[in-house]
C-alpha cells in the first residue's frame, strides 16, 4: 500500500499508509494526523486540508487548475504557497508512494 509522510509545522513526521482511492486528507483523518482539521470533511469547500507538496513531487500531483474549486478555496488559506494544495483533491495512486506533504502553521 502506497504511503504518505506528513509533516507538522513543528517538524513532527507521521509515515501513513494509504489506500489507492482515498484522498491525501482522508488518510490524515483516518490515522489522527495532527494539522489537517477537515472541516467541510473533503468536498472542497473550505481550505483546512491545506499542504504544501514537497516540490519534488509537484510533478505527479499537479497543482490546482486556475479558476477551479480547489483555486478558489487556496486563495482563502492562511501563507498560500507554489506548491499549496487541498489534500482532499489529491487521491493516492500507486505513483504517489513516498509522497511527502508538509502543514502549514496553522488552517484558519
Known amino acids: 500500500m502506497p504511503k504518505v509522510t506528513y509533516i507538522e509545522y513543528n517538524g513532527t513526521e507521521h509515515l501513513v499508509e494509504v489506500p489507492i482511492g482515498l484522498s491525501v486528507m482522508r488518510g490524515a483523518v483516518n490515522n489522527n494526523v495532527p494539522g489537517i482539521d477537515a472541516d467541510c470533511g473533503g468536498e472542497c469547500a ?21 479558476g477551479s474549486q480547489e483555486a478558489s478555496m487556496l486563495s482563502f488559506a492562511a501563507e498560500g504557497e507554489f506548491n499549496s494544495r487541498l489534500s482532499c ?20
Do not use: F, S
Open 46 to 66: 473550505c481550505a483546512t486540508c491545506h499542504v504544501y507538496v514537497d516540490p519534488a513531487w509537484l510533478d505527479k500531483t499537479g497543482t490546482p487548475v486556475p
Open 89 to 108: 483533491q489529491i487521491a493516492m495512486r500507486e505513483e504517489l508512494d513516498g509522497l511527502i506533504v508538509r502543514m502549514p502553521q496553522g488552517q484558519h
